[in-house]
Structures are given as C-alpha cells and as structure tokens.
C-alpha cells in the first residue's frame, strides 16, 4: 500500500488528473456490466438433466482446460529466455495481456463468433451466444453431449487464449504496446475466431468438407505462424539485425522450464480434446509425448550434426516442434505413427528455420512461422496421411491406409487456413501502422522492459554495491 501511496505522491498534476479520469471510466464500465448483466439473468445457467451430465468427463475437461491455460504464461517463459535479458519481463507481461484481454473477449462475443449458430456459408457464427447467453449447464449436443456447454466453452476459451499468444514471438523486442492490445483484439475476431468455426463448427465449410483437426494444427498453429510471418514482414527488423543472426538467449534455463511446462500443458491440449475420459483421451496423450519425445531427440542430432554440440535450446525447441505437429492428429494416429510425425515434423521446423535464416531477411525473432507455422502445416498434412479411422471411429483413414481423398482435403484446409491469415493479419498491420507499430529506436535500444514497463527482469548490483561474503573466498579449489 506505501509503494501505491509513494507512486501517486509522485505523479504530476497532469498525471493525477489522468489516473482519476481513469479510475472514473473504468468504475462507469463496472456499473454498465453489471446493469447489463440483467438482461442476460440466468442465461449462462438454465434447465438442464442432471443424469445427462458426466461427472467423470466434466471433472476432466475442466483439468485439461486449467492445464492449457498454464501453457499461455509457459510461452511468456519459453520465449523470455531466449530474448534480450531486457526485454524478458516485456515478452512475460504481453503473455499476460492476451491471458486476460481475450478471456473477456472470448466471454463477451469470441465463442459465439466461432461455435454459435453459422449465418452464412459456413464462414462465421452469429451472436447468439453474446455474454454466453444460452451456454449453460445443459450439454450442447453438437460439441459435447456429456459436459456443460459451460465447461466446452471455457476449454475452447484457452485454446483462444494461446493462439494470439504465440504470435508475439515474431516482433518481440519492438512492438508498441498499445498497438499490441488493439491488434490481439482485432487479430483474434477477425482471424482466429472465424477459422475456428470453418474446422470446428459443425455448420463450418471445412469441418463439411471432411478435414481432421482434432486439437488446433491449423485452428491454432497454422494460423498463428503464418500470421508472425506476415507481422515479422510488416512490423520490420530490429535494429542492427543481420541476416543469419541468431538471437542470443538470455536465460536458458528460463526457456527449458517454459517448455517442460507447455510439454505438460499439451496434455491437457490434446487429450482433454477428446472431451471426455475415454478410450480416445488415453490415447491422444500417449501420441502427444511420443511426438514430443521424438522431436526433441531430432533436433537435438540436427544440431549436433550442423554445431557439433547437441544443444539443450535446441532439444527443447525440437520437443514443442513435435507437440506442434502431433496436434491435429493426436486423435486419429496410433503410437509409431505419432513417432513418424515427430521426426518429420522436427526436421521440416529445423530446416524451414533455416530457411528463414540463411536465405532471408525476415526478422521473426523467435522463429515462430518455422516452428508453429511449418510444424502445424506439416502435422495437418500427415494427418491425412496416417489417420486410421479405428483408432477414432469419427475420423477417417488417410493415404496410408487406403483413402488417398484426405490428403487433398487436408491441403484444402491448410491452403485456406494460412492464406487466410496472413492476408488479414499483413492488412491488420498496415492499417495499425497509421498509429504506429514500433517503439522509439531509443526505447528499442533501452530495452520494453525499462522503456515501456519501468521494470527490470534482473537486478545485477555493480562491484561496488556487491556485499561482503560471510567467510573468506577460497582461490584455489580443495583436493576432492
């Protein structure tokens, strides 16, 4: 309370009027919601059958869903370690900021947007389902017939949530701030919230044209990476960067415990997609670590093989890779399947990675269009080829096992999905550009951390300010 106190002592007088401006506005949208939640009364509960509700499925729905909510701040700790030690508490911050700003969007109007009733074409839902008027306890039989509406909405909510999240990787260290609060907005209602009702609504054209995606390769990872690709292109290269320049990570172990934990997370991303505790949820979670496993160990040799070292940032890049590309067919592949798609999708991120590097002078900071874009491409893909419709009898068999027609339909869906979201995320940013997408060269130099948010993610006293050990320092190691 004495730092608010000390903080508000300080300000000046503009900066005063500001803040009680502020707090003025932000108290009037409280009392608007609140009166408008009475035209809304009940409409997120109502009717429903007790025995039509699966407690077993229900309970772990929503443990899948708390387990991929962890996954959107483990991002802001997997690319945190790998940027500029002063830009690490601006890339955790911008984590948070889509954890919250679309888990309000998502409740408002996002999930009516993509899974309400479609008006039109099979390309967006209508708003049916404004402030989840009408999603309550009562299972929706067209998603899930044993769990509340409620709780296929908030697991819905978190894949929503990380999508947008993934995307800053590719501007790290130079987006405005503001600018990044209207673009997640924009970019997740007018991208992500559309795409998802093509694949996952059952009124969406390319759910009707037969396309597998159990878990988001395209819904999620195509559409984010190919959406960095074009924000890396609009949004420009940092200062000084130099093709074929790595960015020198400031903490490693910072980036092996984001990804361990996003490692953890998938399971709620894949498994908990079989929206129930069946059969089907054991066994997208043995093809999920399958997948991550032999990623890992293929990035881990292609780096030995290209540095001569098998580097530790690699090996875990390699494992979130897998994740990527198990994805959309964690449900429909069986487990030497699921090691197949982690080779394959390992080697295509490692190499689209550079790609990018070597032969370009694209600035994706993170490499988020090789790992996500590339690896979600490439999972789709192999989901046609693999799938075995008696591992998910919703599913169908791919090319490997007789049905050639699912591999052109999947191109179908990647080609839409990745074309769609680029064009509008490239026309998103032109058009933000009129406000500015990048922070001063000055602010950039100084580092968001300091520049944007006053606050530092490592304080290193200097010599001088360093305290004295307890005991004398030994200078020469005793014998062991």
């Known amino acids: 309370m004495a730092a608010v106190e000390n903080v508000g002592s ?51 729905v929503l443990t899948a869903a708390a387990l991929v909510m962890i996954m959107t701040p483990a991002v802001g700790f997997f690319y945190g370690g790998m940027v500029r030690s002063k830009n690490v ?76 999240a993934l995307i800053i990787g590719a501007f790290a260290e130079r987006i405005r701030f503001r600018t990044l609060v209207i673009f997640i907005l924009l970019w997740s209602t007018l991208v992500y919230d559309p795409i998802a009702h093509w694949v996952w609504s059952p009124d969406g054209w390319i759910h009707k044209l037969g396309a597998l995606d159990f878990a988001g390769g395209t819904v999620v990872h195509a ?23 790595a ?32 059969p089907l949820a054991v066994s997208a979670f043995v093809t999920t670590n399958t997948a991550a496993a032999a990623g890992a160990l ?61 032969l370009t002078h694209i600035d994706d900071t993170l490499d988020v269009w090789a790992a996500h874009g590339m690896g979600g491409l490439t999972g789709a893909l192999l989901t046609g080829v693999f799938a075995e419709k008696v591992i998910n009898s919703a599913g169908a068999n791919g090319l490997l096992f007789g049905n050639p027609r699912q591999l052109l339909v999947q191109v179908i869906a990647v080609v839409a999905t990745v074309a769609f979201s680029f064009a509008v995320t490239f026309l998103l940013l032109k058009l933000l550009s009129l406000i500015g997408l990048r922070v001063t060269s000055r602010e950039e130099a100084l580092g968001l951390d300091l520049a944007v948010h006053g606050e530092e993610g490592y304080r290193i006293l200097p010599k001088e300010e360093m305290p004295e050990p307890d005991v004398p320092m030994r200078t020469q190691e005793a014998p062991v």
């Open 247 to 278: 960015t020198a990570a400031n903490n490693v172990p910072l980036t092996i415990l984001g990804a361990v934990l996003l490692w953890f997370g998938w399971f709620g991303f894949n498994a908990g997609s079989a929206l129930a505790a069946s």
């Open 223 to 245: 559409s984010s990476g190919f959406a960095a690709l074009a924000a890396a292109i609009v949004v420009g290269k940092r200062i000084g960067f130099q093709k074929g320049e």
């Open 89 to 164: 508490v601006s890339i955790l911050k911008q984590s948070v900021l889509v954890l919250a700003l679309i888990g309000v969007q998502w409740v408002l109007f996002g999930y009516s947007l993509a899974f309400g009733k479609d008006i039109g074409g099979g390309l967006l839902g209508g708003l049916g389902f404004f402030g989840l008027y009408g999603v309550g306890y009562a299972p929706n039989p067209d998603y899930a017939p044993t769990i509340p509406h409620l709780a296929y909405m908030i697991f819905q909510g978190m894949f929503a949530i990380i999508t947008p």
């Open 298 to 358: 293929t990035w881990m040799l292609l780096s030995w093989f290209e540095n001569g070292r098998p580097s530790a940032l690699a090996t875990v890049t390699g494992a979130v890779c897998g994740l990527v590309a198990i994805t959309p067919a964690s449900g429909f592949v069986g487990p030497m399947s699921s090691i197949a798609i982690g080779v394959i999708g390992g080697l295509v991120t490692y190499l689209m990675l550079l790609l990018r590097s070597k």
């Open 10 to 60: 300080a300000l000046p007088v503009f900066g005063k009027q500001k803040f009680v401006l502020g707090v003025l506005g932000i108290l009037a949208v409280g009392i608007l919601v609140g009166f408008a939640a009475t035209l809304l009364a009940g409409g997120s509960s109502g009717a429903y059958k007790a025995d039509a509700i699966n407690t077993g499925d229900t309970a772990w």
